[in-house]
């Protein structure tokens, strides 16, 4: 059982930057390969970043690539996903997953079975 909560979110400004952080109980989060997905109002889940479970690869959807970072603070249980220079398309609730082996796509919802509540990030002009 691995249960995620997300915090960081909140409304900004384009331009500013956002941390948000995905803390795990239950298991040792470092065992398992964590994504980042957003869903925006009328829109499918978008799979933005995801961190491996072996040598802690990072994958970034082409939408974030260059501007979001992912990575992991093993002392805190926690992924962190590092986000700069938001855009307005940016806006949506942010969620944390994670699962225990990834067959294919680190970037597709159905390969993960643990979700956060997630978490509304704001980006405004």
């Known amino acids: 059982q691995v249960q995620l909560v997300e915090s960081g979110g909140g409304l900004v400004q384009a331009g500013d930057s956002l941390r948000l952080s995905c803390t795990a109980s239950?298991?040792?989060?470092?065992?398992?390969?964590v994504a980042w997905f957003r869903q925006a109002p009328g829109k499918e889940r978008e799979g933005i970043s995801c961190?491996?479970?072996?040598?802690?690869?990072?994958y970034y959807a082409d939408s974030v690539k260059g501007r979001f970072t992912i990575a992991r603070d093993n002392s805190k249980n926690t992924v962190l996903l590092q986000m700069n220079n938001l855009e307005v398309e940016d806006t949506a609730v942010y969620y944390c997953a994670a699962t225990g082996w990834v067959g294919g796509d680190f970037l597709e919802a159905s390969e993960y079975n643990y979700w956060g509540q997630g978490t509304q990030v704001t980006v405004s002009t």
């Open positions: 239950g298991r040792t989060f470092s065992w398992y390969p």
């Open positions: 961190i491996s479970s072996y040598r802690d690869k990072t």
